[in-house]
Nanobody, 118 residues
């Protein structure tokens, strides 16, 4: 059974940082491109970032470019998202998925909440 388990969310102030993790089990992470998406209650899923299976290619939504960094450790079967210079508009539930540059995916984790508030 494929499982994606996110962690690392929390409540921070604007300008602060968080590092999200996504632990994968049930499949070999290095075979798949992976993504992070986010969702605010009442709104549609928003694609945030994607990374190729090797980690050599990354893409970011314009809203997070220059502030967020996606990475992966295939040996640990784990995906990461470093969130810097957080803004209140980054508040959302963040999910890791096996999608590519969109919100479409076969598998998605249960999410981790990021709240940015002063």
């Amino acid at each position: 059974e494929v499982q994606l388990v996110e962690s690392g969310g929390g409540l921070v102030q604007p300008g602060e940082s968080l590092r999200l993790s996504c632990a994968a089990s049930g499949f070999t992470l290095n075979r798949f491109a992976m993504s992070w998406v986010r969702q605010v209650p009442g709104k549609e899923l928003e694609w945030v970032s994607s990374i190729s299976s090797s980690g050599g290619t990354t893409y970011y939504a314009d809203s997070v470019k220059g502030r967020f960094t996606i990475s992966r450790d295939n040996a640990k079967n784990t995906l990461y998202l470093q969130l810097n210079s957080l803004k209140t508009e980054d508040t959302a539930m963040y999910y890791c998925t096996d999608g590519w540059r969109s919100t479409t995916a076969t598998h998605r984790g249960q999410g981790t909440q990021v709240t940015v508030s002063s």
